[in-house]
């Protein structure tokens, strides 16, 4: 109930700066604050904790691509909810950095814990696609849904619900985390409802929408340069809708994933080629995509070329690419805020909920978060209303 009240406190707080921030997007900011506070003051508390009907617990199994913060965190913040709501016990603080959070260490963390008499972890059943290979892990799935050892399948992100979608899971729950466009990408019908009994799908789309008219807005650019490896996590559908509405171009770059088979110095080589190209091509602006830098140790030197070219780099999702060098970043989600409507979805389905008939929609807030010493080598001058609006303000080190 404490983290509950504490998120709905923050909505409240964040709501003036994401209105100011997102200036002329006031009637979409207050619809999803509307729908924010409706969870929290409609929810009715019923989906207590429960074990299986035949007093087992849950077997929980996690699909991810790789190592990656972004997911890490959210993992995080959703498993501190399920201990706050009594669906693990634990008195003592998880012993991970939210911020910079391994996804397969934490479900390792919890496998090798007592998480009481509801769910369960397995090393067994969590899975990074590009580390372990999709065929290895769809045996490895295949063969604990046939034995009936899962019973609920949590997908962080577009790819991993893809790869879950296609092997017709149509028997256990599957909750997709945090997808960009799934309705773009075929894993849900509508943003609302999944129409699909045991799927469901966190939708946050329309906030790119509003993520680039910011950048378009504060930037000015006229020929932005974007990198992805699949347009729907790219959110190229909502970049599009943007860039036709103001009429800038969008120089675009389609890339193949790390793999498993790949060296990560000839991936890194490979995306600084690509990089080169946009420079080459007359961008002056570029916005780094979700999951195409996925060492953080390796920000730096990977956008050091667009600095280097006096191009401005916003990102699309990861605060800590603003830590690195990145020059700002608008939020698409907030993993503490959107933990509590997580957990009370994964809750419901486990107390027998169907997925489908579950609101995939939840908002929150966005926040900015700026490097000044970034701003300073580029030459550019962050309005005073920006900083007061920033949630986070780089402006030493790091660089």
Avoid at 133 to 160: K, N, V, Y
Avoid at 209 to 226: A, C, E, I, P, T
């Amino acid at each position: 109930m404490k983290r509950i009240l504490t998120a709905a406190i923050l909505l409240a707080l964040l709501l003036p700066a994401g209105l100011f921030l997102l200036e002329g997007e006031k009637q979409a900011g207050a619809d999803a604050q509307e729908m924010a506070e409706n969870f929290f003051q409609e929810k009715d508390h019923a989906n207590v904790p429960a074990a299986k009907a035949d007093g087992t617990p849950f077997q929980i199994a996690y699909v991810d691509i790789d190592p990656y913060p972004a997911s890490g965190e959210m993992l995080y913040y959703l498993v501190e909810e399920l201990i706050e709501t009594g669906w693990i016990p634990c008195s003592r603080p998880l012993p991970f950095d939210p911020g910079n959070t391994d996804a397969r260490e934490l479900i390792h963390y919890l496998a090798g814990q007592d998480t009481g008499k509801y769910l369960r972890f397995s090393d067994d059943t969590s899975y990074y696609l590009a580390v372990d290979g999709e065929a290895a892990c769809r045996d490895s799935l295949s063969q604990h849904l046939a034995r009936g050892e899962i019973d609920l399948i949590l997908c962080m992100g577009t790819s991993p619900g893809t790869f879950v979608q296609e092997m017709h899971v149509t028997d256990v729950p599957v909750m997709v985390y945090f997808s960009v466009d799934p309705v773009g990408k075929g894993l849900s019908e509508s943003d609302r409802y999944s129409g699909r009994d045991n799927w469901w799908c966190h939708v946050n789309y329309t906030v790119y929408n509003k993520q680039m008219q910011f950048y378009y807005d504060n930037l000015k650019f006229s020929r932005l340069g974007v990198v992805y490896y699949d347009e729907t996590v790219g959110a190229m559908r909502a970049y599009r809708e943007t860039a036709k509405k103001n009429d800038f171009q969008i120089v675009e770059r389609k890339i193949d994933s790390l793999t498993e088979n790949e060296d990560e110095e000839a991936y890194y080589d490979r995306l600084q080629n690509v990089f080169q190209s946009l420079i080459d091509d007359g961008i002056d602006c570029f916005v780094l995509g979700t999951d195409i830098i996925k060492d953080e140790g390796r920000i730096q030197e990977q956008i050091r070329i667009f600095r280097d070219a006096g191009i401005p780099v916003a990102a699309q999702n990861g605060e800590y690419y603003v830590k690195n060098g990145a020059l700002m970043m608008v939020t698409a989600s907030d993993a503490r805020l959107q933990a509590p409507f997580i957990a009370d979805t994964m809750a419901a389905i486990l107390n027998g909920a169907s997925p489908g008939d579950l609101n995939q929609e939840f908002f929150t807030p966005p926040y900015l978060s700026v490097n000044l010493n970034t701003a300073a080598e580029l030459g550019i001058q962050i309005p005073e209303k920006l900083l007061i609006s920033s949630e986070k303000i780089y402006a030493g080190g790091g660089q």
